[in-house]
């Protein structure tokens, strides 16, 4: 379900959340971050008292949270909206924050501009779920809401100034990745293209990335963040690759 919010903000000094009764019986939740999938506990520590910094129900996430019991739950995907909480009551509501309007933050003289003031629209997605998620499919859609959509339109005046000789097929893809592997990075260096992936869930897992289009890829060789080869150089069959990912490992992998 696609939802937008338009807030017509007037007010200083203050947080607007978004707030989901799920009615989930549990004790822990899920939560994407960078480069994984995190496991949280709902209640606070009991101890919370004695710590000098208090522990809070608000967490960072990167697209998603999720709440879930055996037969039900819910997950919000969103994009560009970096906290959330499950509130530790018998509903277990999902607070998705949709902005803070701040004074000033740690460090500045004053920040005018953070109270956003003014109209303000936020769009995010609502997943029901039955069970367990699949964190690589909710990641996933995470990074289809923050990439959107590109529309182009033309006159009828325009059509035979564009038109190609050959129809383009019905669905076609640069890169295709199955299986557990949610795709962060791509990029072209001295004439290869590097690949970066990582496994969200808690079990190793195979993936399968392969070129449909025009690119021809025969070699593929594992590499650090900065591009220096830590594997041997492994041929390719039709341009497809097979990779182990082990839970939560991230592989770069550079095609040539």
């Not at 005018?112 to 109209?119: A, I, V, Y």
């Not at 449909?212 to 830590?230: A, I, L, N």
């Amino acid at each position: 379900m696609e939802v937008e919010s338009t807030v017509h903000n007037v007010a200083a000094d203050h947080r607007l959340q978004v707030l989901f009764p799920t009615g989930a019986q549990a004790e822990t939740y899920l939560a994407d971050t960078p480069f994984d999938v995190v496991e949280r506990p709902i209640p606070l520590r009991a101890d919370n008292h004695l710590y000098r910094e208090l522990e809070v129900e608000t967490r960072p996430q990167q697209s998603w949270t999720a709440i879930f019991d055996a037969q039900r739950g819910l997950a919000v995907i969103s994009a560009g909206l970096l906290e959330s909480a499950i509130q530790d009551g018998a509903d277990r509501t999902l607070a998705l924050t949709l902005y803070r309007s701040t004074q000033r933050t740690v460090f500045t003289d004053g920040e005018p501009e953070g109270q956003l003031l003014g109209k303000l629209s936020f769009r995010y997605w609502l997943a029901p779920l039955t069970g367990a998620p699949d964190p690589v499919r909710l990641t996933r859609l995470g990074q289809q809401l923050a990439a959107g959509l590109r529309a182009v339109q033309l006159r009828p005046a325009d059509l035979p100034l564009h038109r190609q000789p050959t129809a383009l097929p019905p669905t076609a893809g640069f890169l295709e990745v199955d299986g557990p592997a949610v795709v962060t990075s791509t990029r072209w260096l001295d004439g290869g293209l590097e690949v970066r992936l990582f496994n969200p869930t808690t079990t190793d897992g195979r993936a399968v990335v392969r070129f449909p289009g025009s690119v021809q890829v025969t070699t593929m060789q594992e590499v650090d963040f900065e591009s220096q080869p830590t594997g041997e150089i492994h041929s390719l069959s039709r341009g497809e690759a097979v990779v182990t990912l082990t839970a939560k490992q991230i592989k770069t992998l550079r095609f040539a």
